[in-house]
């Protein structure tokens, strides 16, 4: 056997295209220990409301993401060399059928890891699996930034009030989440009823449109959300449809005139040094993906909140 790879340092030397896919290439975790950030893939799109698809999001991001390499262009970030970083593979499903058990299940593996000391970067997997990580790493209500073409806020759909599109306004409603340092942003697309929008707003979370952090400047919007989240705790997901399908096709519920990669990059650099407790991408769906482009995007977000991540680790 050859010599064991420590997690913090994936061989990003070798070939790209050669190997097992994991997260960033980084090591499959053996265990659950030794380990700061664990990268871990949920193929799950029980709750989903239209499209579906997104279960297959942690295979292709995976193999996306052998396209990574080490230092961050912008920011200079080399995770790898801030922390001890793992892939901890998929969270198991034995009730794939049954929503609130699903999410129980991803709330045990999650919980384990907290448990470890080791801070979640999940990849999705349908948008309703963000409420059980929350459940998971919330120790108090936690400062939240949401980056998404819908607030998620959204009551009961078809009987269940555990889709994706209501994991926010359950996360809200069980203290999860502290609405006072709830920012979304990207909103946009028609609604049927304004139910969802209503809802963060009465509820004090602050909701960007899309057109506002378009007229105002990515900068501005940054700028605002830091003060709103403070020095709290904070946890933060990226839904991929928050960008135009130009950029990210392969997603359930798409909505035009969204963000470009540019902008979602600057966002997500622009809050580093954070307190971060986890972060999460979701919503990518390769069966309605245009070569491979979603899925590419979406391995990029995640290196970005990976680095994000490691600087806040890092920094203690």
Known sequence: MSDYVSPSTPDMLAPRYSGLATFMRAPIAQALEKID??????????????????????????????????????TRINPYQLCRIADVGDIPFESAFDIEKAHDEIFNFIGEMVKAGIVPLSCGGDHSVSLPILRAVAKQPLAFIHIDAHTDT???????????????????????????????????????????WDYSKNAGMRVVFVEELQKRGVDEIVEETRSIVGDAPVYLSFDIDSLDP????????PEIAGLTTPEAMALIRGFRKLSYVGADMVEVSPPFDTGGLTSMTGATVMYELLCVLAEAVSAG
């Open 154 to 196: 959204w009551d009961s759909f078809q009987g269940s009030k555990f889709n994706h599109g209501a994991p926010f306004r359950r996360a809200h409603e069980e203290g999860l989440i502290d609405a006072t340092k709830t920012v979304q942003i990207g909103i946009r697309g028609a609604q049927n009823v304004s139910e969802g």
């Open 37 to 74: 950030i664990g990268m871990v893939g949920i193929p799950y799109d029980g709750a989903l409301t239209n499209r579906p698809g997104a279960r297959h999001g942690p295979r292709e991001v995976r193999n996306q993401s052998s396209l990574m390499r080490s230092i961050n262009h912008a």
């Open 246 to 253: 130009a950029f990210a096709p392969g997603t359930g519920t």
